[in-house]
């Protein structure tokens, strides 16, 4: 058994990391932190606790819903940090000189540069010199990396969802450099803090968009877009021209981009049919545990809970453009999913572990 | 013309008397407060705002979108009041010093003990005198009292559903005084502050109890129908033995309570069947114009938006028991729209000017 | 005041009007028609109509739910068709001939060109003389021709939402052809017939791409943007290179565009600003009673039961995209209240008539 | 391994076994029938199920979704039937005949009485034969008898929510005959075939009481109470008068049921506090895996996908009478969550093996 911390386990990606533990069979979590909630048991925070379980294929509960909630976390072979950015950066630092572990669920190492960070997230990186060791955490771009790292930066949840669905075609050249992602996702994306933005009263019944001025994901998008061109040999010269649009709709949880890029002629002027490119995609992704090429449009309730992500690429021939869907559940494959999906190949076991679940339908 | 105020114009009552005065042929808002947002123009508080339209048969707005938020109402002909109660009670006082007649839409002049509020409230009550001259207004029962008072108490939204209910069985002495009402409600009856428990990710998808230690809806209802039963001639001996418990579940509006009492034999040993109990309900209510008898369970979808309450009563054989379904939007009959029916009798206007609109549905 | 019918009474854009027509001080319902329907009154059919009052203002109902619902209209003024496509033809030749205006709420005289509507509707086209009468509805466009047609093709709702946003900026050709809309609508769009895509447990908490084989409104759309673009002295050469994707959002009603356009250069090498661009779309729209420029993104919750269209335009400069975010309510602007919109007008009646309500919100 | 077949595999209970089953290290899926989809794969008919992986620590998928759905089940050593009422019993038969032990999810062996059967059910019994056999598999009262029958009946979804939440008052005599029993619940208990009540635009937005009539479950909530009173040792001399009324709210799981009942006081006209029920509750419950007694109003939502309830007692004083609030998974504990239950112990398994996992929250 390896022994994780929780940092901030107040939050949703951290609530869902207590859900998808519970049916791990390797970690058990012994430290949980919580800055508004120290010296508070985790079952007096989330009384559906209460209801935890040991299997009866184990003797250990992987999560002790007694457990004290502290300051700091203790020694771990590996610790979540759910902690919002900057604050991440610090707490990864001290973590990472005792010897722990660390997948860090913020945004603090996702960047390769500095600067890039400074422009979006307006502070100075807290912790430049870690950005050489971080290894962005996409598990089906870096999983090689991952297993000999210390610190793995979780991917976000749009980010997710749009890279694994437009890599294959922006790896392999075969768009040009025009791309267009329309993201619709659920409200838990926008954390446990209560605002009138997330009341209710305000959000059910509503579609809105937002972020138009520039949302923080982009950079990352395109960051990991152009990475896997050059990767594929097909290096997108002047840079990507990429316009990322984010929309709340009301439901809990759930993303679904909608990507759109102009798709190359070849010498013969011809374009890929809806086929070649739904079967160029399967052949790509055919030993991905979690990645799905369907033959319909898929929807954001196949995900529900899940760790898998939905792509469904077809051609409008009509505008020689290249559509791709995908869809995940934001707070699985697009966060603490992925993090235990990471935190798998950090500690040599199964990339699978625990993440076998389908979802929950209806 | 008559002119208004709204005092706290930034709840959601006070949005909602917006919405319905815009349709209102005699009434014009002249002055908004709002505590938190002085200064500012109505339709920087609610953008929506900038679709109010002059209606082509008038010449001058309901409301001015431009209109500024003020901290203390102007002159008016009469004021809505929507603070919380102690804080309403202290704006009622000086608004009727000034000759301004008010509809309190808070709990302050409901109950007609001050004891009983004090009980209730947990601080003493802020002008007993005033409880003297308030009218209660469920202007179903004291629309003639409410034609000439300055001040008039609009009912609870759990109250109005309940009591519309129950008042004909209770009135007329067909039923016991055991009493349960289960209360089933949309979550803009918590208000437009944000808190967790509205939070979207947690209110969706989610019903729960509350207010199980004891409501403070109940001694409201327990009040109206003891006087409804006194003044029908059957009084109540020692008092009802009413249990309200009250649910929310996941949807904006809608109010519906389901209310069980013991139906008493006749001489004969016999009750009352369903076809007789819905007959007597139709004649009790038939001059009302927003009190509808139904031969089906109503949905609180079908008074979305409006002023209507619908009710359908039927008889458990089984148990010789009555069940009373009834429902209606706890934002419009439930607050903003009784508000405009109690305003349109203290000005001696129609009782159903600018409300004779329909639900929405879907 | 004048007679309308309603032809197919039963579906949800006829609700619809049915609710609206409450409200309408000129326009009174004497004949509805309802296949599955025939013989029964109104009011069984939707029995939240129990609760229609007549306006305090008026002595006629402008609808009586004891209505009996017919095979064939009767004689009206005008008639609203809301019939599926080629029954809608049938019924509007048949209205016509008896001296009947007629609003079809259908696609059926929508496209000028009755091949292009033999190539999406698959059959041919049941009236192609009509076509020549036939005005496209969107009052914005074509008000003075809808004032002396007889025979109105009121717009689909995602074409409304998506030519409002595009219009201003095609017609003035500051943009290029590449377009993209990405819509997402509220379920009732999908009508009042039972399915499993529409079935509660698999529509709620469910996000998911449709019609991406080719939606129907696509042609519509680029008719009407190349016809404005051509009346704006900017004919597009080789047609406009649009793509359009409609998503389903789990809520009833509500649409919301974003589109993505390409900003041409001026000769200095410079495009337009955002401030610029929301100045230019406000003065465009200065005079229309339904679209208003918002300096947000828009909510359609701000829509809600409303007639009103809000537009958000916004630059993307580091892409030279245009962003036009657009929402209004399916079911109004994009169906019944529009319906009303064209009536008025055939009628000689102020255009905002009986329109002028808020949205409601929450 | 135990082999199981699912019989009617396209209904919500089917497709929830699925789900859970695939983290079920015992069973093994090995035969579906499906009268609509005979000859299709069971990923055609779910296409969510392209997911499933095998789980690293076993060999063999629990679930095949390349199996093809047949007429009639194959030789396994136990089925869930998922059929409706009457039909389930003619596979039952069959099933038992053949030597496959079998969970029924379906009402045709929950009432003991055929007579009471028919009375309901509208039709004779199709089995009264194996009425003696069959064994209501509420585990929390019968478990012993459930490991030695073949024969499991598993109870409905309103009367595990009701009973569970009752048995402990009424098996040990502190609450008199008077009960009433409100319940709320998501819209997946009316299964998957579309109907208007369940289409997505008419239950959105909506609460509505239904079965007033007399709802199916109350025979089985009275059969259940009635024999947890006498083998309690506080037989109900004339019966329990018990009112039931279900609600719909718009969710897609969750049932949240509230229930009413008169405390009896003790010698010296004394009656409990809300702590020492709560604390009489608790040791009731004391070794039940599943249910928890909690210490302030539960939420449908901590139940959200697992086999969990949560019930809370409280004393409303001024009444003298017993409230009970209890909250499932309609799906789960209410369904398939609990036929796993019982097929454990069937099976000579740990009770609670498969279902350990926590519900979603958010």
Known sequence: MRTVSIVNVTSYTALELLRLLTQHPEFIVTSVTGRSAVGKRLENIFPQLHAVLPSPDRNVLAIDPALVITDEAEQTDLAFVC?????????????????????????????????????????????????????????????????????????????????????????TGIVGPNIIINSITGISGGGRTPSLSYHYPEANEDASAYGLEGHRHMPEIVQELEAAAEAGGHPVKDGLRLTFVPHLAPMTRGILATCYADLLEDEQGRILTSEEIRSFYRQYYTNEPFVHIVEQPPHTKWTYGSNHCFIYPIVDRRTKRLIVVSCLDNLVKGAAGQAIQNANLLCGLPETMGLAGLGMNP
């Open 83 to 171: 902690l919002p950015h900057a604050a991440a950066a610090e707490s990864a630092i001290s973590l990472l000189k005792r010897g722990i572990k660390v997948v860090d669920l913020s945004a603090d190492f996702r960047l390769r540069d500095a600067n890039v960070y400074e422009e979006w997230y307006k502070h100075k990186h807290p912790a430049p010199a870690l950005l050489e060791t971080a290894v962005y955490g996409l598990c089906e771009r870096y999983r090689e990396r991952v297993r000999t790292t210390s610190l793995v930066a979780n991917p976000g949840c749009h980010t997710t969802t749009s890279i694994l669905a437009l890599i294959p075609a922006v790896a």
